[in-house]
């Protein structure tokens, strides 16, 4: 792994993988759906589909062609932190691939026109979010846990903001956020340092070096969001507060969340699934932001089945207080570290696993650093996080036949009365 600050403080980092004949490289941007101003409510997402609709030396159509045309893939991505715009290709086709990059990024037109039809295709993609109920279940979950803060809105947007969004927004957007301190390009497989270095001199030094700018700070709150509909299924999440990614605790909440719901072996699996068939799908997460962070378990169970399966979960969330089998342990670590060694087998896992450690950390994190962070964790460790989350406010969304689950407020003085014993 090599790093390279240029003199407008954009990052290059590298990571060449000698075996391979393709690279992914990408471009990273600080700034996601917490970064938007109120009245611009999903123009992260909007300005990442816009970006390929062309440029001031290619149409959309040029911009698709080009790569494929080599047999590359191009991409992109928004998430509440960053955005990211990505290329896959052949050895040889590097530079091409940073070329057409860094022209979407820089030379965007964001045409009235490509934006009319644009905002209609989004305006599609968020009816579809509002008819598919297990994606709608965490939009209502993020913005409980986080109500009235640009980290609880929907990364999409909503039809009112993003009808109202102009060409001039899209670029004074990218103008404020889309600066030298804020990127970073990364780029692994078979890349040479140098070589990428001197194209980002190239197609990415006159960005203007500003510094970052800092997104609203984090303040999880916690509440209740329930929508009921005429559905086979009840999508249920219930939330607690947990690390955010730069904590020295983010390790105990990835353990608490894998030991609960993370494969087949899991706790609330093997419980409410195997044991009493109360459901189909069950899972468990840990969300870690850079300066705060969600620990969530997920459930689609029938009408008839909520009240059985939400007493379960509550038994299982309690049990983790209580400490944790070593073998139980060792498994879960295990796990992890499995997706930490598989992601540097994937030059484009490891391409974003390295842009993200700059953003949030500041670094990269060698892997040797972060298996000894996740071996120093304990069962205490884990029975103390999972202790500290259940005291927090709990978050709770429900989407469906919910009518068998009880209110949030019953449910926290379920788990206040527990854990006070």
Sequence with gaps: MQLTKLDNGLTVVTETMSHLESAAIGIWVNAGTRSEEDREHGISHLLEHMAFKGTTRRTARDIAETIESVGGEINAATSIDHTAFYARVLRDDIPLAVDVLSDILVNSTFAPEELARERHVILQEIGAVLDTPDDLVFDHFQASAYPDQPIGRTILGEEESISRITSQDLKNYLARHYRGDSLVLAAAGAVDHKEMVAMAKEHLSGLARDGTLEPEPARYLGGERRLRKRLQEAQV????????????RYFAGRLVGTILGDGMASRLFQSVREENGLCYSISAFHWAFADS???????????????????????????????????????????????????????????????????????PVALEELLADLDRMTSKDVAEMARDALSSPLTLAAVGPIGGLPDSAAISGRLRGSLLV
Excluded: C, W
């Design 237 to 248: 999440i219930y939330g607690f507060e947990a690390p955010s990614r730069r904590s020295e």
């Design 293 to 363: 962070g969600v620990l969530g378990v997920h459930t689609a169970t029938s009408k008839g089945d909520v009240k059985a399966a939400n007493a379960l979960i509550i038994e299982e969330l309690l049990k983790m207080t209580d400490g944790v089998k070593e073998e139980e342990l060792a498994r879960a670590k295990a796990q992890i570290k499995a997706g930490l060694l598989m992601a540097l087998e994937s030059p484009a896992a490891r391409a974003g696993q390295l842009a993200r450690q700059i953003m949030i950390l500041g670094r």
